[in-house]
């Protein structure tokens, strides 16, 4: 069974700060997925890494994917109240299966 | 807007009672996906149908039971409610890895 470890499971910060939520696992997946989640309602993607190592940039948010594909980190820097949710990472099989992990709750208090 | 849709976005119960949510998927996606969501499980994926098919089980009860008609929406049906039972339950549809969510159906059993 393939698990997937995400850290802190909740983080509460001041509007300003930088703030990084790992995702690690013990199993190697084809690609990484990272969705938030607002109140009431469904997850949004929000990147797809790839290749072991990579980085995507999406205007305040960085994305990592491990040299070895089995872990990703996403780094904020100066968090905004409007980006308070649950961050959800999710890993990709090569049968399109998707393994999520627990969620990191973010609050960004103003 | 994801352009998947969810009804009811709100059900309210009692135990032992049974329940059918429903989804319909975006213009074109032949897959449907139902996850159930509450803190302490996260989200977990129940099942998945893909053109009127079953194609992956995950940790569904026998308790429910799900179908996909020829327009392609699903309904997800829940029996003998449980207490326990109380959760989000979210449907997804997809294009390859990525999962496009619905808003959701909060259920609560009293």
């Known amino acids: 069974t393939q698990l997937l470890e995400q850290s802190p499971q909740f983080l509460s910060i001041q509007e300003g700060e930088n703030l990084t939520v790992y995702c690690n696992s013990s199993s190697v997946f084809s690609s990484l997925q990272w969705y938030r989640q607002e109140p009431g309602e469904g997850p949004v993607l929000l990147v797809t890494?790839?290749?072991?190592?990579e980085v995507k940039k999406l205007k305040r948010l960085t994305f990592q994917f491990g040299d070895a594909r089995k872990d990703s980190s996403l780094h904020i820097t100066a968090a905004q109240p409007g980006d308070t949710g649950l961050y959800l990472c999710a890993g990709a099989s090569s049968n399109y299966k998707l393994t999520f992990g627990k969620g990191t709750l973010l609050t960004v208090n103003p | 807007d994801s352009g998947v849709t969810q009804t009811p976005k709100h059900l309210i119960t009692a135990t032992g009672q049974r329940v059918t949510l429903r989804c319909s998927p975006r213009?074109?996606?032949?897959?449907v996906y139902w996850y159930q969501q509450s803190l302490d499980q996260g989200l977990q994926f129940l099942i998945q149908y893909y053109n009127g098919e079953e194609r992956a089980k995950g940790n569904i009860l026998e308790r429910f039971s799900a179908q996909q008609f020829p327009d392609l929406h699903s309904e997800l049906n829940l029996s003998s409610l449980e207490l326990g039972d109380s959760a989000l339950y979210f449907c997804?549809?997809?294009?390859?890895?990525?999962?496009?969510f619905g808003p959701g159906t909060r259920l609560t059993v009293l």
């Open positions: 890494v790839v290749t072991g190592g």
């Open positions: 213009s074109g996606d032949l897959s």
């Open positions: 997804a549809s997809s294009g390859g890895d990525i999962r496009y």
